[in-house]
């Protein structure tokens, strides 16, 4: 056995309401993350008061923006009010951007899934949409049949030279989508490394302004990582940054 220690990864989790307040975080999003990309896992509170970003940023090697039930809000990037439902919550817009944008600066890798690329395109200056998916992008409800809804599908075209494409050694993967907002104006700095094939709306991007990587899908890897090569690769993409970021905070 490695007597390295496992790299921590932070997990956002969000606001809900389930006869009192709580904080939650999917169990879907932390499994893979200790099995494929071998990393111990810290939750982290979507409140305000509760995470201190200089603490955090000083015990994490990297950091997870989930998915979520809930959209950033427009006021976060300039946009139209959002449709009656369609639910807000300020305190996680408030620690995700304060945190991704402080573990950025020093360095730390930074992921997203589904609203955690939404975040990281408004952290860059980007704006979001609901008239880019068109209502393409999402079907069901959260009140509905998870399995319905997360089997929907299309198909994404990966950059050539992209992480995404050398990870999993294909240009086209077929891939759930659950989203009601996507990107509009990409964020600065940021690499396109997926579109999808049929509207050519923004699926995944990259970067490493500061040495770390900075990499969000718009899709579930989590949902179908038992099941298939190519989510498998987003995790294992996730633990050799975490490695190499616990190797430097080491030194």
């Known amino acids: 056995m490695s007597s390295t220690p496992r790299p921590v990864i932070g997990v956002l989790c969000c606001n809900e309401v389930v006869d009192r307040p709580v904080q939650v975080v999917a169990t879907r999003f932390v499994a893979p993350l200790s099995r494929f990309s071998d990393a111990t ?8 008061d509760a995470a201190s970003i200089l603490g955090l940023t000083a015990l994490l090697d990297g950091l997870l923006l989930t998915g979520s039930r809930s959209h950033v809000a427009p ?3 300039g946009g139209a009010p959002l449709s009656p439902g369609q639910q807000v919550d300020p305190q996680r817009d408030e620690v995700a951007l304060a945190l991704a944008g402080r573990m950025i600066e020093i360095g730390k890798p930074v992921f997203g899934i589904c609203r955690g690329l939404q975040e990281i395109n408004v952290l860059f200056g980007g704006t979001l949409s609901t008239e880019a998916c068109h209502g393409r992008h999402h079907r069901g409800s959260w009140g509905g049949c998870l399995d319905e809804m997360f089997g929907h599908c299309h198909d994404v075209e990966l950059s050539d030279a992209g992480v995404l ?3 999993t050694g294909r240009r086209r993967l077929l891939v759930n989508s659950v989203h009601e907002q996507g990107i ?3 964020g600065a700095g940021l690499s396109i490394e997926a579109v999808a094939a049929d509207d050519g ?3 995944a991007v990259w970067a490493r302004p500061c040495g770390g990587d900075v990499l969000a899908v718009q899709w579930h890897p989590e949902w179908d990582v038992g099941s298939s090569a190519e989510s498998r690769a987003f995790f294992a993409l996730v633990g050799t940054s975490l490695r190499a970021s616990a190797a430097i905070a080491r030194q």
């Open 165 to 167: 494409a050398r990870a």
């Open 75 to 77: 006021d976060r990037y």
């Open 184 to 186: 509009d104006r990409l």
């Open 41 to 48: 896992v810290l939750l982290v509170p979507a409140v305000t």
């Open 201 to 203: 709306l923004v699926e």
